[in-house]
């Protein structure tokens, strides 16, 4: 079982950039792929980037593909999301998620194959 903290959501002005990490407990973060997922008010939560065991492999959501970049340091058991060029879009409150997963090189796309989630933290873009 692994327990997750996500930090590092606030308020920015569009156009600007944050850091989101992740931090998990345990040590078997190494043998989960790791997910950020987001949910805006009345909206369901939907995929943001994904990314393998040994970080090696990584997906992004069409939405924010060339501006966000998911990363994993699996020695300090985090996984970041770094945001730039941040639209009034984005704005959600954005979840951490954990998948354990067979394969080094897999990652995971659908919310259903995530087992563990994290709290949220409210990134606010404005215009």
């Known amino acids: 079982q692994v327990q997750l903290v996500e930090s590092g959501g606030r308020l920015v002005q569009a156009g600007g950039s944050l850091r989101l990490s992740c931090a998990a407990s345990?040590?078997?973060?190494?043998?989960?792929?790791m997910g950020w997922f987001r949910q805006a008010p009345g909206k369901e939560r939907e995929f943001v980037a994904a990314?393998?065991?040994?970080?090696?492999?990584?997906y992004y959501a069409d939405s924010v593909k060339g501006r966000f970049t998911i990363s994993r340091d699996n020695a300090k058991n985090t996984v970041d999301l770094q945001m730039n060029r941040l639209k009034p879009e984005d704005t959600a409150v954005y979840y951490c998620?954990?998948?354990?997963?067979?394969?080094?090189?897999?990652?995971?796309?659908?919310?259903?194959?995530?087992?563990?989630w994290g709290q949220g933290t409210q990134v606010t873009v404005s215009s």
């Open positions: 998620a954990a998948s354990p997963t067979g394969s080094s090189r897999v990652f995971r796309i659908s919310a259903y194959e995530y087992n563990y």
């Open positions: 990314i393998s065991r040994s970080g090696d492999n990584t």
């Open positions: 345990g040590r078997t973060f190494s043998t989960y792929a």
